[in-house]
T-cell receptor, first 113, second 114 residues
Framework: AQKITQTQPGMFVQEKEAVTLDCTYD???????LFWYKQPSSGEMIFLIY??????QNATEGRYSLNFQKARKSANLVISASQLGDSAMYFC??????????FGKGTTLSVSS | SAVISQKPSRDICQRGTSLTIQCQVD?????MFWYRQQPGQSLTLIAT?????????ESGFVIDKFPISRPNLTFSTLTVSNMSPEDSSIYLC???????????FGPGTRLTVT
């Protein structure tokens, strides 16, 4: 069965610093996708970044990059140059082919000035 | 990305009543899902809404409690039946669009049961 683990309940970072949010996963399916979402206090789920299991290069989207280490089954999110608006809950999620996303428990990121 | 709307955005309901949540997408999608997010928790999949057939429910969720319809490729409803305070949650519609891997979420329906 597929499983997502986020071990950091909370992370604290200062503005302009980089931060890494950890995510490990488990699946027996060779075809899967890894996702990160941001959920601010307003409650909306904002899609940030996607990495396919067959992608050779790490995904990047602006200040977000996904550090994909397939052998270790990890998919850490790196946020560069943190901003106050980055304060939110961050969820790692995985989807096997033809199925729905399953989510980790989330990490609360707090950015201070 | 798909534009997803949900109605209502929030509601306060009395126990024992039912609420139907609507999800409308601006383009045809291949897959539609319903999730629940209980206070302070992560998202849990309720079911996959199948067009023209019965939804596929996850363990712990049953059709009698959460009936789902999906009459076409762009619309779905979720009903929360015979509500209790434990049903107080955010309910989110989510879609995967044709030819894409990304999964997008509607703004959610914030339900409070008193």
């Amino acid at each position: 069965a597929q499983k997502i683990t986020q071990t950091q309940p909370g992370m604290f970072v200062q503005e302009k610093e980089a931060v890494t949010l950890d995510c490990t996963y488990d699946t027996s399916d060779p075809s899967y996708g890894l996702f990160w979402y941001k959920q601010p206090s307003s409650g909306e789920m904002i899609f940030l970044i996607y990495q396919g299991s067959y992608d050779q290069q790490n995904a990047t989207e602006g200040r977000y990059s996904l550090n994909f280490q397939k052998a270790r089954k990890s998919a850490n999110l790196v946020i560069s140059a943190s901003q106050l608006g980055d304060s939110a809950m961050y969820f790692c999620a995985m989807r096997e082919l033809g199925t729905a996303l399953i989510f980790g428990k989330g990490t609360t990121l707090s950015v201070s000035s | 990305s798909a534009v997803i709307s949900q109605k209502p955005s929030r509601d306060i309901c009395q126990r024992g009543t039912s609420l139907t949540i609507q999800c409308q997408v601006d383009s045809q999608v291949t897959m539609m899902f319903w999730y629940r997010q209980q206070p302070g928790q992560s998202l849990t999949l309720i079911a996959t809404a199948n067009q023209g057939s019965e939804a596929t429910y996850e363990s712990g969720f049953v059709i009698d409690k959460f009936p789902i319809s999906r009459p076409n490729l762009t619309f779905s409803t979720l009903t929360v039946s015979n509500m209790s305070p434990e049903d107080s949650s955010i309910y989110l519609c989510s879609v995967v669009t044709s030819g894409r891997q990304e999964q997008y979420f509607g703004p959610g329906t914030r339900l409070t049961v008193t």
